[in-house]
């Protein structure tokens, strides 16, 4: 089964470009890492002469107050991906490639820690999404992508979608469904 033409291209049917098909996965992935839910959100979005945001750029203002900023685009190589965060507080820099399965922290002083990498199914567990699904039903304790996660996504994605046609910053509402 392939998606239709103008499955991810047609407004009508996306939405949006970008913003929908990929960044929401960032969005939702920052709650998983953090722990910590968006409270301001900036955005630019380009559509380079399409009908949809290919290239997005996004600023975040974190419930712990943190920042983030998010680059993302559709326009890539079809040899290279590349998927890098980048954590940074006093201690040092957290690196994760998460496209080539590494994490390396790089302290302030001292010699870099470079991490085991992952195997190729550890990178792209093809189906684990549905297993976890199975396994969130037969023991709602086991699930590893609670609905805070996607709440996250969406929050992100709303506010950066009413930024970038304002060009303004958006505070995100309060949460109705309470924190991760």
Same mark, same amino acid.
């Given at each position: 089964?392939?998606?239709?033409?103008?499955? &991810?291209?047609?407004?009508?049917?996306?939405?949006?470009?970008?913003?929908?098909?990929?960044?929401?996965?960032?969005?939702?992935?920052? =709650?998983?890492?953090?722990?910590?839910?968006?409270?301001?959100?900036?955005?630019?979005?380009?559509?380079?002469?399409?009908?949809?945001?290919? &290239?997005?750029?996004?600023?975040?203002?974190?419930?712990?107050?943190?920042?983030?900023?998010?680059?993302?685009?559709?326009?890539?190589?079809?040899?290279?991906?590349?998927?890098?965060?980048?954590?940074?507080?006093?201690?040092?820099?957290?690196?994760?490639?998460?496209?080539?399965?590494?994490?390396?922290?790089?302290?302030?002083? =001292?010699?870099?820690?470079?991490?085991?990498?992952?195997?190729?199914?550890?990178?792209?567990?093809?189906?684990?999404?549905?297993?976890?699904?199975?396994?969130?039903?037969?023991?709602?304790?086991?699930?590893?992508?609670?609905?805070?996660? =996607?709440?996250?996504?969406?929050?992100?994605?709303?506010?950066?979608?009413?930024?970038?046609?304002?060009?303004?910053?958006?505070?995100?509402?309060?949460?109705?469904?309470?924190?991760?």
């Amino acid at each position: 089964m392939q998606p239709r033409n103008g499955t &991810y291209s047609d407004p009508d049917i996306a939405g949006g470009g970008q913003i929908y098909a990929q960044v929401c996965h960032v969005a939702a992935y920052l =709650g998983f890492i953090t722990g910590a839910t968006p409270s301001e959100v900036f955005a630019r979005f380009h559509n380079d002469g399409e009908a949809v945001d290919i &290239y997005d750029v996004i600023n975040l203002k974190m419930s712990d107050s943190s920042v983030v900023s998010i680059a993302s685009t559709g326009a890539t190589s079809t040899i290279r991906r590349d998927y890098e965060i980048r954590l940074y507080d006093t201690d040092g820099m957290l690196f994760l490639d998460l496209w080539a399965g590494h994490m390396e922290f790089v302290p302030m002083s =001292g010699e870099p820690v470079r991490y085991a990498g992952l195997s190729p199914n550890e990178i792209y567990p093809e189906k684990a999404p549905a297993w976890n699904l199975i396994d969130s039903i037969l023991d709602p304790t086991r699930n590893l992508a609670p609905a805070t996660l =996607g709440q996250n996504a969406m929050e992100v994605v709303e506010c950066a979608c009413r930024s970038a046609k304002t060009g303004s910053n958006v505070c995100v509402p309060s949460r109705r469904f309470g924190a991760i």
